[in-house]
């Protein structure tokens, strides 16, 4: 069965500075995988995906992710963080496009002025 | 842009009532989930359909939720009775069979008292 474990329950930042949320996944097969933003009071937003072609995934708003399947990472990035990214981060695993995704327990963003 | 359509926002019940949620898929898609969203567990899977077909609903307790989709355009999750730690945000969500990634509505607060 596959899971994701993600590091860190919540993670506060500078603004302007380097965001690095971490996702880590356990999966028998080839993973399919992708980040969702929450805000508040919202539904899930996708973020990006992973679906087994490039390693290095671009997303909305300025984030990416990097696909590492020896170190089973799947860690989101951003060069710069904006007051606006201030969200609920969840990382998900799948184990083809057809079956549910299964989420991590999300990662709470803060960004300080 | 498409959207998924849940109704109510918020509910607010005493235990022991039926509650009923309502979800608008967005049109084309034929697979549609229910997620619960709580503090203590995260994201979890309730049910899935395909093509209107239940396809996992192993997530639900069966005693007292039930999920259904009538037609296309409609998806409903069931509780009765209701119980306080059904207390919870419940999220729909729906796909294109491949087409990784989902669209998630807003939800629905439930609050049973």
């Known amino acids: 069965a596959q899971s994701v474990t993600q590091l860190g329950s919540h993670v506060s930042v500078s603004e302007g500075a380097l965001v690095l949320l971490r996702c880590n996944y356990s999966?028998?097969?080839?993973?399919?995988l992708f980040w969702y933003v929450q805000y508040p009071n919202q539904g899930l937003q996708l973020l990006l995906k992973y679906t087994s072609a490039a390693t290095l995934v671009k997303g909305i708003n300025g984030f990416e992710a990097e696909f590492k399947k020896s170190e089973t990472s799947f860690h989101l990035t951003k060069p710069s963080a904006h007051m606006s990214d201030a969200a609920e981060y969840f990382c998900?695993?799948?184990?083809?496009?057809?079956?549910?995704?299964?989420f991590g327990k999300g990662t709470r963003l803060s960004v300080i002025a | 842009d498409a959207r998924v359509t849940q109704t109510p926002r918020h509910k607010v019940t005493e235990m022991g009532q039926e509650v009923t949620m309502r979800c608008q898929p967005i049109l084309g898609h034929n697979t549609v989930f229910w997620y619960r969203q709580t503090m203590m567990q995260g994201l979890e899977l309730l049910a899935y359909f395909r093509n209107r077909a239940p396809l996992d609903d192993s997530g639900m307790p069966k005693d007292r939720f039930s999920a259904e989709m009538p037609d296309a355009t409609l998806a409903t999750l069931k509780i009765q009775p209701s119980e306080p730690r059904d207390s919870a945000v419940y999220f729909c969500?729906?796909?294109?069979?491949?087409?990784?990634?989902?669209?998630f509505g807003s939800g629905t607060r439930l609050t049973v008292v």
């Open positions: 999966s028998s097969v080839p993973p399919y």
């Open positions: 998900a695993v799948s184990d083809s496009g057809n079956t549910p995704l299964v």
């Open positions: 969500a729906s796909a294109l069979q491949g087409n990784y990634g989902y669209t």
